[in-house]
């Protein structure tokens, strides 16, 4: 029998909807989200062991879902050949592409790892920005054309022109991570970026971003001309950083704050962000939350929609962190996941 066109055309509608929202990440309460970040070694400095965080395909065998690698922390470095931007991750790849390129980074045993990492259903991003670095962009038309620049260095692109720090492998998608420099050209970066994730039907792309708690972000917004203003159902997910500022868990600040980002995103149309709950995992920091306090701190979100898990700063210190002979991420994992 055939189908009426008026059924037909909501059906249709009702798959375009399920495609534009379907990379926001899911929630199991049997298979907790974690997010950690990796690249920057962050516990070294403590032990004075350059090569102390563990690499890649080893943290992938632990309870993460998405991997944040650390990071692409210059945009435009005119060192680089076409002023290709700059790669920084510590210890773990410091192998310049070639004399042509200072700062762009060529990893092929990171990119063998990213290839274990997906095939074991994880997924790997590259955040952009950090606390150094040089990022910004002066206009919106220099940060669409970034966005391809993007595509094509480390997603779905393949100009011949751009080399690849990861070879052939093609990364999951790009987190912002941006503390400083200005709002200007983020929203037309995301926007660009999303048209070029939405035209790949081959694989599945995430947008993330790592905004400061308090509401809103003094670069991401959201705020008109920011890109969670302007663009923030494009994003999949937020890891709102809880820590090192005056809205940590447990000061009073928290709950307030944690509203105002979820009454956002859960007001969003068609969908907004998921939204990640940013934890220091180096004990004594500030914003650190002890084991025995996370239980406390995910029951206030948890019923939230909009709640979808932890993020960790970062792999070094999560692995590092043992209290009661557990690792400060699998008390994460198991708090979770017993919600």
Known sequence: MQIPSVVYILLLCATVIVAIVDDKPQVVKSDPNIVVYWGQNSAASTYQKPGYEKPLDVVCSESYKFIILSFLNIFFDSNNKDNLPGINLSFHCETQYNSSYSSLLHCPEVASHVNKCQSMGKKILMSLGGSSGSYYFSSDTQASS??????????????????????????????????????????????????????????????????????????????????????????????????????????????????????????????????????????????????????????????????????????????????????????????????
């Not at 494009?234 to 950083?241: A, G, M, P, T, V």
């Open 146 to 339: 970034f966005a391809h620049t993007i595509w094509d260095l480390l997603l779905g692109g393949q100009k011949p022109s751009i080399p690849r720090p990861f070879n052939e492998v093609i990364l999951d998608g790009v987190d912002l991570d941006i503390e400083g420099g200005s709002s200007t050209g983020y929203a037309s970066f995301v926007r660009t970026l999303h048209s070029l994730m939405m035209a790949d039907s081959k694989k599945q792309y995430f947008i993330s971003g790592a905004p400061q708690c308090p509401y809103p972000d003094a670069y991401l917004g959201p705020t008109q001309d920011t890109a969670l203003g302007d663009a923030g159902s494009y994003f999949s997910f937020l890891s709102i950083q809880f820590y090192n500022n005056y809205c940590n868990y447990p000061s009073q600040s928290f709950n307030k704050t944690w509203y105002k980002w979820s009454n956002w995103t859960n007001t969003l149309k068609p969908a907004g962000p998921k939204l990640y709950i940013g934890l220091l995992a180096q004990t004594g920091s500030n914003g650190y939350v002890p084991p025995g306090d996370l239980i406390d701190l995910f029951n206030l979100v948890r019923d939230d929609p909009a709640f979808a898990g932890a993020m960790l700063w970062d792999a070094s210190w999560a692995e590092d962190n043992v209290v009661g002979g557990k690792k400060y991420y699998e008390h994460v994992h198991n708090v979770l996941k017993n919600l």
